[in-house]
Nanobody
Framework: QVQLVESGGGLVQAGGSLRLSCAQS????????LGWFRQAPGKERELVAA????????DYADSVKGRFTISRDNAKNTGYLQMNSLKPEDTAVYYC???????????????WGQGTQVTVSS
C-alpha cells in the first residue's frame, strides 16, 4: 500500500520561502514520477511541478517557473518542492502525487497525499 505524506506547509510573508516534503511509504518510490499540485478555494486543482523517476526531467506551471524547484531523493523516498519568492496567489492546499509511469505527466496520477496548507500573507 502506497502512502504519501506531505509536510512543510505553513504561513509565510510574501517574498518568503518554504520547502515542502513528500515522504512515500510502500511501493517503489524510485520508479514513480512525482507531481506537486495545488488547489485554492473556489479554484480547480492545478499541476505546479512534476519530476521523472530519476530526476532527469522536470516541468513547471508558467506561474511558478523561476520561483519553485522540484527535486527528489530516491534514497530517502522523499520528494521536495522548494518555493521561493512566494506570492499571496500561491496560497493553496498543496498535494503531492505519484505516477507509476515514472515520467513527467500532467494527469493520471495513481497515489495522492492528504495535502498541506500554504498561506502567503501580503
Amino acid at each position: 500500500q502506497v502512502q504519501l505524506v506531505e509536510s512543510g506547509g505553513g504561513l509565510v510573508q510574501a517574498g518568503g520561502s518554504l520547502r515542502l516534503s513528500c515522504a512515500q511509504s510502500g511501493g517503489t518510490f524510485s520508479s514513480y514520477g512525482l507531481g506537486w499540485f495545488r488547489q485554492a478555494p473556489g479554484k480547480e486543482r492545478e499541476l505546479v511541478a512534476a519530476i521523472s523517476w530519476n530526476g532527469a526531467s522536470t516541468d513547471y506551471a508558467d506561474s511558478v517557473k523561476g520561483r519553485f524547484t522540484i527535486s527528489r531523493d530516491n534514497a530517502k523516498n522523499t520528494g521536495y518542492l522548494q518555493m521561493n519568492s512566494l506570492k499571496p496567489e500561491d496560497t493553496a492546499v498543496y498535494y503531492c502525487a505519484a505516477s507509476i509511469l515514472g515520467l513527467v505527466v500532467t494527469s493520471g496520477y495513481d497515489y495522492w497525499g492528504q495535502g498541506t496548507q500554504v498561506t502567503v500573507s501580503s
